[in-house]
């Protein structure tokens, strides 16, 4: 999905180049701020508690940080576990490199405020 992320995307490559990320991160960013992905972060989000952490990244205010626990616990274990069977790399680099572009990758794709429309 080439153009989705802009500037996120050069900052993952950037981190790439500097800690041995994949390409495939690129796909994980792409696949959970996908319409189907962000309903599903919002909903896994609210039954950890953190609804209002995915909430400002689809709203037009600030986005708030997520730590790599918090974002853990919103994560099934299965979902980590898919991805770091898809990249190749433990959990220990995959979430915090989400962490900190996730946020941002979100807004990017919810430019109205809201969460797009599954189905």
């Known amino acids: 999905m ?4 802009d500037g996120l995307i050069n900052k993952v490559t950037e981190l790439a180049d500097s800690t041995g990320l994949t390409d495939k991160v690129h796909q994980h960013l ?6 189907q992905g962000i309903s599903t972060l919002m909903a896994q989000a609210e039954q950890a508690g953190l609804g209002d952490k995915v909430r400002s990244w689809i709203g037009s205010g600030q986005n708030l940080p ?8 919103i994560l099934s274990s299965q979902q980590i576990q898919a991805m770091a069977d898809r ?10 490199a989400l962490a900190q572009f996730l946020p941002a990758a979100v ?5 109205s405020g809201e969460a797009p429309k599954v189905g």
């Open 2 to 5: 080439p153009g989705i992320f």
């Open 30 to 35: 792409a696949e959970l701020t996908s319409a």
């Open 66 to 73: 997520i730590s790599v626990d918090e974002l853990r616990s």
């Open 87 to 96: 990249t190749g790399l433990p959990a220990s680099t995959i979430l915090p």
């Open 107 to 111: 807004d990017q794709q919810t430019p």
